[in-house]
């Protein structure tokens, strides 16, 4: 596609549910990050990838957050046992990668709202 | 770590005027990126503006510029020519240039520009 895709846009889980949000990055883009972003905040990291291999994962807030990317393209961020704190927006970024372009551009998906009943 | 702040929640501005954002940043590294995002109620992060901090000269997009002060780590946004479509959250955000393996973007918690017809 011609974007960043995401989806569900919009996703309701009960307390202790497990959830999976997914990342269809722009086509050939190495790099491909998720964010975190509270209601009134700004997004914070929460992990990196450079094609399959997770180079920094240090956002995460807890064991409960965990995200691949096996095949270099599509990633899936998936919560175990959902709490409320985790209600946010999760984005989704990709760019061409470090040396590819010269500014290495972040391109947004849209988001998953994520509300945590 | 670096740190970027937004100390206006909100602005207003009537159409046609003019308005800057603030932002400052702390960081220990000489060399980086500074970014404007705009985010709109779709959710989608845009990018406003760049800037490269190696470089003297000020960023401009059309109506879109920007006042960086290395020294005192300061990057304000202005808006000129205000339109009805500029209405959006933006967001400062931060990215060091050559950290291979950790390209993220650290962003402000934003300033919600309202436009006044």
């Known amino acids: 596609g011609a974007g960043v895709s995401q989806s569900p846009r919009y996703k309701v889980a009960k307390r202790g549910q497990d959830v999976a949000l997914r990342c269809d990055p722009i086509s050939g883009h190495v790099s491909l990050f998720w964010y975190q972003q509270a209601l009134g905040q700004g997004p914070e990291f929460l992990t990196y990838?450079?094609?399959?291999?997770?180079?920094?994962k240090s956002g995460l807030p807890s064991d409960r957050f965990f995200a691949e990317r096996p095949e270099g393209s599509v990633s899936t961020l998936k919560i175990q046992r959902t709490q409320q704190e985790d209600s946010a927006v999760y984005l989704c970024a990709s760019s061409l990668g470090l040396g590819r372009s010269r500014y290495n551009e972040q391109f947004f998906g849209p988001g998953t709202r994520l509300t945590v009943l | 770590a670096q740190t970027v702040t937004q100390s206006q929640p909100e602005m207003s501005v009537q159409e046609a005027e003019t308005v800057t954002l603030s932002c400052t940043y702390d960081t220990s590294e000489s060399d980086y990126y500074l970014f404007w995002y705009k985010q709109p109620p779709s959710r989608q992060m845009i990018l406003v503006i760049r800037?490269?901090?190696?470089?003297?000269q000020n960023a401009t997009e059309n109506r879109f510029s920007v006042n960086f002060q290395k020294a005192a780590k300061s990057f304000s946004l202005k808006i000129s020519d205000s339109q009805l479509g500029d209405a959006a959250m933006y967001f400062c955000?931060?990215?060091?240039?050559?950290?291979?393996?950790?390209?993220?973007?650290?962003f402000g918690t934003g300033t919600r520009l309202t436009i006044i017809p």
């Open positions: 955000a931060y990215r060091n240039r050559f950290n291979f393996g950790n390209e993220k973007l650290t």
């Open positions: 800037q490269e901090a190696y470089k003297q």
């Open positions: 990838f450079q094609n399959e291999a997770q180079l920094d």
